[in-house]
């Protein structure tokens, strides 16, 4: 069992930027893909971002060019880098590994 631990979260006004870490309580070279969906009240969980493998990376159309997910094999973490973010990127954001692994999630609020 591997467990997936959101951080970095919080208050943003719009324009600024967060940097989510996912840490994995086991090597996560095990996993070939891991990413980061979000869910705003009162809609479906959405994929964010996906990072594949040896580090090939894909993204939402809504977040392209604004996010940047990266992996740390030696520290079992998986990062989201978020830049220029917006009010509608407000949501839970989770992590995600294979074999149906989550985080519990982390709050991100973007401020108009």
């Known amino acids: 069992q591997v467990q997936l631990v959101e951080s970095g979260g919080g208050l943003v006004q719009a324009g600024g930027s967060l940097r989510l870490s996912c840490a994995a309580s086991?090597?996560?070279?095990?996993?070939?893909?891991m990413g980061w969906y979000r869910q705003a009240p009162g809609k479906q969980r959405e994929w964010v971002a996906d990072i594949i493998g040896g580090g090939t990376t894909v993204y939402a159309d809504s977040v392209k060019g604004r996010f940047t997910i990266s992996r740390d094999n030696a520290k079992n973490t998986v990062n989201l880098q978020m830049n220029s973010l917006k009010p509608e990127d407000t949501a839970v954001y989770y992590c995600?590994?294979?074999?149906?692994?989550w985080g519990q999630g982390t709050q991100v609020t973007v401020s108009s």
């Open positions: 086991k090597s996560i070279l095990r996993f070939n893909v």
């Open positions: 995600r590994a294979d074999g149906g692994y």
